[in-house]
T-cell receptor, first 116, second 111 residues
Framework: AQTVTQSQPEMSVQEAETVTLSCTYD???????LFWYKQPPSRQMILVIR??????QNATENRFSVNFQKAAKSFSLKISDSQLGDAAMYFC?????????????FGTGTRLLVSP | DAGITQSPRYKITETGRQVTLMCHQT?????MFWYRQDLGHGLRLIYY???????DKGEVPDGYVVSRSKTENFPLTLESATRSQTSVYFC??????????FGPGTRLTVT
């Protein structure tokens, strides 16, 4: 079974600084997808970024980028120019690329605090 | 409104009572999911459905029942609520071309 591990329960960053959230995963599959979801205090789960395992290029979405190390099974999220609105829980998630397999496996989350 | 909705948003019930959490989506997505979120566990899959009348167990299905008679609805029933089922419940839907969209969540407290 696939597992996702987030070893940082909480991280802090100052506004305008850069922070990196860590995620490791375990799988024997070669085809899969990785995600970062943001959960602000409103509780809404928001997809931040997606990475396909077959792509070597790291995904980016504006101030959010990932460092995908397939051999090391590592998938970190870098937030640049942090803003107060980035304060939230961040979840790393895995999905198999197997046809018809659409379930997500989540890590336990990292709470990001942003100070002025 | 288009999207995915959950009702109620908050629910307090007593141990042993039956309670149903509703989930409705307007996209006609094939897949629907129920997760529970607990501190220290992230989100864990309870049940999912690939289409109407097709459901399957997830990681933590015990004590829960689901049905999917219509594509747009996926209710989750706790047949006899226990305190360990106090949690925040999220419904999500997905189609092949998109990733999962989550509802706003239901906070359930079992006293």
């Amino acid at each position: 079974a696939q597992t996702v591990t987030q070893s940082q329960p909480e991280m802090s960053v100052q506004e305008a600084e850069t922070v990196t959230l860590s995620c490791t995963y375990d799988t024997s599959e070669s085809d899969y997808y990785l995600f970062w979801y943001k959960q602000p205090p409103s509780r809404q789960m928001i997809l931040v970024i997606r990475q396909e395992a077959y792509k070597q290029q790291n995904a980016t979405e504006n101030r959010f980028s990932v460092n995908f190390q397939k051999a090391a099974k590592s998938f970190s999220l870098k937030i640049s120019d942090s803003q107060l609105g980035d304060a939230a829980m961040y979840f790393c998630a895995y999905r198999s690329g197997e046809t018809g397999f659409q379930k997500l496996v989540f890590g336990t989350g990292t709470r990001l605090l942003v100070s002025p | 409104d288009a999207g995915i909705t959950q009702s109620p948003r908050y629910k307090i019930t007593e141990t042993g009572r039956q309670v149903t959490l509703m989930c409705h989506q307007t996209w006609s997505h094939s897949y629907m999911f129920w997760y529970r979120q607990d501190l220290g566990h992230g989100l864990r899959l309870i049940y999912y459905s690939a289409a109407a009348d097709i459901t399957d167990k997830g990681e933590v299905p015990d004590g829960y029942v689901v049905s999917r008679s219509k594509t747009e609805n996926f209710p989750l029933t706790l047949e006899s609520a226990t305190r360990s089922q106090t949690s925040v419940y999220f419904c999500a839907s997905k189609d092949r071309a998109y990733e999962q969209y989550f509802g706003p969540g239901t906070r359930l407290t079992v006293t």
